[in-house]
């Protein structure tokens, strides 16, 4: 039987492993030079505004929230079908999360229930890029600045994607990415954001590292909570060795998408049941490749399958508002139907970089077999 097939994996070249052993020989393995000189890249790549680097792409959220002064009282609008912390941030400033549910073609915010779900309270608004997928954004923005609401959006999974011909994090308010391990990608666990002026820049320096300010030579100040979030050098030299890749990556990604689509063919949905995401390849970087299946199999069952025949299936995302914790908050079934559907059903394919045309092919047979 062919080798294992995991849904993602992160691939580290050769240069990037040596250098990573020069910083650790180096006796600074901190934050220092290879964090400057990676968020000098980011800010160049994002058309010159300004960013900073994190631990990760949850605390850049709560960080985001907390530059714009959110927190008990407000009320932030998030979608449900994304990783917990796209909620879990709200909670963490101490806001109310409020969803609205998905569209079920993109499988993001749909954007008519989004501004039905504005209010007095409202002051910011969290959208996910659910599979590096942008949303319309003139109309997304056209919301957000008609209700005069902040925007975070969470770009975990959209380095690489475009709007209109624009790279995301290039425009719009404030832009949150994530270099987790399976993202496009990665610093092992790490993340940016991009912010607007000087002063969010201050305010985000300071969140990061304990509230401390430098006065003069010798003396700190502390005058707002932070926390403990910046990026180390070490994570930051494979950023710098993935971020030179990031053109390959997209590319390749995009190539292994239309192949997916060129593989299942025209009449897959209607034999099937199932569905493909949306067939756009300019713009997405395709972060992942996902299904919904047909209520006929369950996911669990779909998955198990798969495996038998050595291929790896993730998971992204169960509906948020269905954990213990939101339900607690009084957030309970039938809420947000697409959502709850699409989280019941939803499959992401194999997806990488490293993968090649005969992975995709292998697949999609399975996936086939499976659903026969
Ligand atoms: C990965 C991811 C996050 C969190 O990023 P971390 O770097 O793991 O903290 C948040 N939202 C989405 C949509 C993600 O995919």
Redesign the pocket.
């Known amino acids: 039987m062919n080798a294992f097939l995991p849904f993602s994996k992160p691939t580290i070249d050769e240069a990037t492993i040596a250098e990573v052993g020069n910083v650790l020989r180096s006796g600074w393995i901190t934050s220092g030079p290879k964090v400057l000189q990676f968020e000098k890249l980011l800010s160049e790549y994002f058309g010159g505004r300004p960013v900073r680097t994190f631990n990760?792409?949850?605390?850049t959220?709560e960080i985001a929230l907390r530059i714009a002064g959110i927190g008990a009282g407000d009320e932030v609008i998030t979608t449900p079908i994304?990783?917990p912390?796209?909620a879990n941030v709200i909670l963490q400033v101490g806001a109310t999360p409020v969803f609205a549910d998905i569209d079920p073609l993109t499988r993001n915010i749909d954007l008519d229930k989004l501004e039905a779900a504005i209010t007095p309270r409202t002051k910011a608004i969290i959208p996910?890029y659910?599979a590096g997928k942008p949303l319309d954004m003139d109309k997304f923005y056209a919301i957000a600045t008609k209700h005069k609401l902040r925007v975070i959006e969470?770009a975990?999974?959209a380095i690489g994607s475009t709007w209109k011909g624009k790279r995301i994090g290039a425009f719009g308010d404030f832009v949150s990415f994530?270099?987790?391990a399976?993202?496009n990608i990665t610093t092992s666990?790490?993340?940016c954001l991009v912010m607007n002026n000087d002063d969010e820049v201050r305010l985000a320096e300071k969140y990061r590292l304990q509230g401390v300010t430098r006065s003069g030579w010798d003396g700190i100040e502390v005058d707002v909570l932070g926390g403990k979030f910046n990026m180390t050098d070490i994570a930051a030299t494979i950023g710098l060795g993935q971020f030179a890749q990031i053109e390959h990556i997209t590319a390749h990604r995009r190539q292994l998408a239309q192949h997916y689509f060129a593989s299942f063919g025209a009449d897959f949905e209607t034999q099937t049941g199932a569905q493909l995401p949306p067939p756009e390849f300019a713009e997405t970087n395709w972060h992942l490749f996902q299904l919904v299946l047909p209520e006929r199999i369950s996911r669990a069952e779909f998955m198990a399958k798969m495996k038998d025949r050595n291929i790896g299936v993730g998971y992204?995302y169960a509906p948020i508002h269905l954990f213990k914790l939101y339900r607690a908050l009084g957030f309970k079934e039938g809420m947000f139907p697409i959502a709850e559907h699409v989280g019941k059903q939803i499959v992401s394919l194999p997806m990488f970089y490293a993968m090649n045309e005969a992975d995709v092919e292998r697949t999609v047979k399975a996936v086939r077999e499976v659903l026969a």
Do not use: P, Y
């Open positions: 990760s792409g949850t605390c959220m994304s990783w912390a796209t996910v659910l969470d975990a999974q994530s270099f987790q399976n993202k666990e790490g993340g992204h």
